[in-house]
């Protein structure tokens, strides 16, 4: 089993940037796969960005250029950073992780751009 907690997730206006934190409680070579989604207001989730089970990444359309997914593998956390955010940002950001091919969920982090 893997918990995951985010932390990062504020109000900010459009134009800004954040930096969302999802803190493993495992080590991350231990996770086939783990990365961000979302869920805003009405919408199904949606994937974000993450590292794949290769340690490739893969972005949504919608975020590429504007937000890059890390990792610190000594501090077992993976790191989102968005920048030029827009409204259409605002949402739930979770954290998932593939842990032995079961699928793992943070309790998620608000994100609200406003214009």
């Known amino acids: 089993q893997v918990q995951l907690v985010e932390s990062g997730g504020q109000s900010v206006q459009a134009g800004g940037s954040l930096r969302l934190s999802c803190l493993a409680s495992?080590?991350?070579?231990?996770?086939?796969?783990i990365g961000w989604y979302r869920q805003a207001p009405g919408k199904k989730q949606e994937l974000v960005a993450r590292?794949?089970?290769?340690?490739?990444?893969e972005y949504a359309d919608s975020v590429k250029a504007r937000f890059i997914i890390s990792k610190d593998d000594a501090k077992r956390t993976v790191y989102l950073q968005m920048d030029s955010l827009e409204s259409e940002d605002t949402a739930v950001y979770y954290c998932?992780?593939?842990?032995?091919?079961?699928?793992?969920w943070g309790q998620g982090t608000q994100v609200n751009v406003s214009s």
């Open positions: 998932n992780a593939d842990y032995w091919g079961l699928n793992y």
């Open positions: 590292f794949t089970a290769s340690g490739s990444t």
């Open positions: 495992t080590d991350l070579f231990r996770i086939n796969s």
